[in-house]
């Protein structure tokens, strides 16, 4: 029973390179974007592990609730994204 799956770790990898950009390069909207991306794939996959009351280990499942908020974050990525391009677009065209 992994927990971490390939999608925790792409969404580990993406929340790292959100923060990078944030702490580095000082873009917040770039850094919201990736940091939304990663952690929506991080709640959507992570899974954790409990002990019934014969004291053999099982997998919980993923509550709802979860599953609303990782795909909320993941909309606000391609969202945030749509408004960088946008806001890139504005710039570009002023510009001579």
């Not at 917040?28 to 409990?50: H, R």
């Not at 997998?59 to 408004?83: H, T």
Request: charge should be positive; aromatic fraction near 12%; proline fraction near 6%.
């Amino acid at each position: 029973m992994p927990k971490f799956t390939p999608k925790v770790i792409i969404g580990l990898f993406f929340s790292a390179v959100g923060l990078a950009t944030l702490l580095l390069l000082r873009q917040p909207l770039t850094a919201a974007a990736w940091l939304s991306f990663g952690n929506g794939l991080v709640l959507m996959d992570l899974k954790f592990t409990g002990t019934d009351a014969k004291g053999k280990i099982f997998l919980k499942p993923v509550p709802a609730i979860r599953l609303y908020v990782a795909a909320f974050l993941i909309l606000l990525a391609v969202l945030l994204l749509a408004l960088q391009m946008y806001l890139d677009f504005q710039k570009s065209d002023a510009a001579p």
